[in-house]
């Protein structure tokens, strides 16, 4: 019987990863697509559908998807989807800033209204949060790429504002105007990056207790499991022992 309980563990453990792995998927080729409409569907031409290309190719995203993807785009029948940002605040205080791109308005508002409520937060109005974060571009490489003495001259040299050396990544942030210039910079020195986007950074951090931590967390894992739901952006200070305590 253990056995056979192991085995049905790792096939439940697989069978999250991937549904997980195809909700990605889903939500990277939700961008593609209306990035491609927003403008042409050539990357080269398109700095949206370029970041989105970057983003599914660094989750391994294959070819065929995103083709498939491009070419929705230019099916006029398709469904058409509106970005919508919501802003809110989650246990503690914390600022909340959640992007969606949803195919019906009411729903997602309904459905992020809900998951904020059910984990002891509130969604609040446009502009509620935003003024508590910067727009910005984020470049990040794996941290085996180079000391963080060599990043960060790379980084100035290269015209980022900033960059946050940790055990993992290099993070690089700029302008969001100057993403393109600063990426093609460092793509010449270190080859492509692991990620290029757009975020919103937080201006500064609210402290987060063990109990509003682990409610802040779960809400945030809520939201991302939405499928609407693109990015979520918070602006809390958690300790490494909840963290741990949360991903085991």
Known sequence: MAGHSQFKNIMFRKGAQDKKRAQ????????????AKSGLPDPTMNPRLRLAIQAARAQNMPKDNIERAIR??????????????????????????VETLTDNRNRTAGEVRAIFAKHGGNLGETGAVSFMFTR??????????AS????LEAAIEAGADDCVSGAETHELYCQADELHAVAGELDKRFG????TRI???PQTLTPTDAEGGEKLIRMIEALEDNDDVQNVYANFDISEEVLVRLSA
Request: charged share 25%; proline share 5%; glycine share 16%.
């Open 24 to 35: 990605m998927f889903s939500k990277l080729a939700r961008e593609i697509t209306v990035a």
């Open 72 to 97: 929705k785009s230019q099916d006029t029948d398709g469904e058409g989807f509106a970005e919508v940002r919501y802003e809110g605040f989650g246990p503690g205080g914390v600022g909340v800033i």
């Open 136 to 145: 910005c571009g984020l470049i990040e490489y794996p941290a085996g790429t």
């Open 148 to 151: 963080e003495e060599a990043m």
């Open 192 to 195: 492509e990056p692991t990620a």
């Open 199 to 201: 975020v919103w950074r």
